[in-house]
């Protein structure tokens, strides 16, 4: 195990659920629902390497028939939708870095699955206008696995607005604007606890925090957004232009 996974094994292995989330909260903070799943998992399988990867393998196999769904839904109802769906669900089957996070005990599994099924519970919302449900649920699933969820959220939020906007005169079936703003404020009240411990911890650690300053370049960026694709292991041997390709 890596450190990151090491340090996410060591604070489930606590004696109680609640040990666990104090040491989700304890830093810089986390979101809590990895952790907490991860302690319940051990409790039931044991700590082995094996078992907590494994954890995160579940997610990684069912994001392929989330995202597959997720294809469909954006192809509407051209006869290509089929296609769209499958194409997508191989990208994401062979995706270095999805591969990757999918065989490690860390939270971006889970967080791939749930941004995955939100879009997909989103747009469905969005195009018929019931089921608001299960997209408030895979919100608030999202945004306590990973804090960085709320940007998607809040992107989709926006985007969502637009395209209501757009499709006011086609009178086909739809969310109003009204519910898709209340559905959104529903998914903020239920993360608004675990938003003010965030709150509350990180002014905790300001004074140590304030100090850390780094200032992004290029070859940060490209290493970014390495990371992001082609995968964090393979780009310590790639040539720029490589990378760079797979990137693409």
Known sequence: LWTDEAVRVLAARQASWFDTLRAAWAQPPSAPLYWLGLHWWITLFGHGDVTVRLFSVLPSAGAVPAIY???????????????????????????????????????????????????????????????????????????????????????????????????????????????????????TVAWTPWLVAMGVRLVQRWDELSHLQHRAGLADLHLLASYLTVSASATAAWPWAVTLAGIL
């Open 69 to 187: 769904a997720l294809g469909r839904s954006l192809g509407g109802n051209r006869p290509s939708s089929n296609a769209v769906g499958l194409v997508s669900a191989l990208l994401l089957a062979v995706s270095p870095f999805a591969v990757e996070v999918g065989e490690e005990a860390t939270m971006y599994a889970w967080t791939m699955l749930f941004a995955t099924l939100a879009v997909w519970t989103a747009l469905t919302y969005l195009r018929e206008g019931r089921d608001k449900w299960p997209y408030v649920a895979c919100m608030v699933l999202l945004l306590y696995t990973h804090y960085i969820g709320s940007l998607l959220v809040a992107v989709f939020f926006l985007a969502g607005l637009i395209w209501l906007r757009r499709k006011n005169a086609t009178g086909l079936p739809r969310a109003s604007t009204r519910n898709w703003v209340i559905v959104h404020l529903l998914a």
